[in-house]
């Protein structure tokens, strides 16, 4: 499976997948995200010119944190709640919002949660404004 469109159905998609990968094949998949971040997307999605853009122009800091708390989510055995607005095709450009919700609390390797400690789910929103 690759190739898939950046959007709802296509992330959706994706998480069903690597979440029923063997716990091998995910270790590697959170690797790549971690290390990687830019070529994983790319790997599974065939991004537009200007999600490309915006993928390479987005904060190093916000992109790496981003990543960590993807990987550490899918490590935990959870999807990230992902909401991505479809496009008007007569907006030009292309400008979007993006929120993420939870970014602070999976920084950090689940196993170091405390095991009474409530995991917040990691959140992202895309909307066109």
């Known amino acids: 499976m690759n190739n898939l469109i950046f959007n709802q159905a296509g992330v959706n998609q994706l998480q069903a997948h ?8 995910l270790l590697l998949e959170i ?4 290390t990687d971040f830019d070529s994983w997307l790319r790997k599974w ?9 915006q993928l390479q122009n987005m904060d ?10 993807i990987a550490n989510n ?13 496009k008007d095709e007569e907006k030009v450009p292309d400008k979007k919002n993006v929120v993420v919700h939870g970014l602070d609390e999976w920084q950090d390797p689940v196993g170091s949660h405390l095991t009474n400690m409530l995991i917040l789910p ?6 066109y404004i």
Do not use: H, W
């Not at 690597?18 to 094949?25: C, H, K, R, V």
């Not at 690797?31 to 971690?34: N, P, S, V």
């Open 18 to 25: 690597l979440l029923g990968l063997s716990i091998a094949l």
């Open 60 to 69: 190093p800091t916000f992109k790496q944190e981003l990543a960590n708390a």
């Open 45 to 53: 999605f065939n991004l537009t010119a200007s999600q490309l853009s």
């Open 74 to 86: 899918y490590a935990a055995g959870l999807t990230v709640n992902f909401v991505k607005e479809d």
């Open 122 to 127: 990691l959140m992202i929103r895309i909307q």
């Open 31 to 34: 690797t790549e995200i971690r």
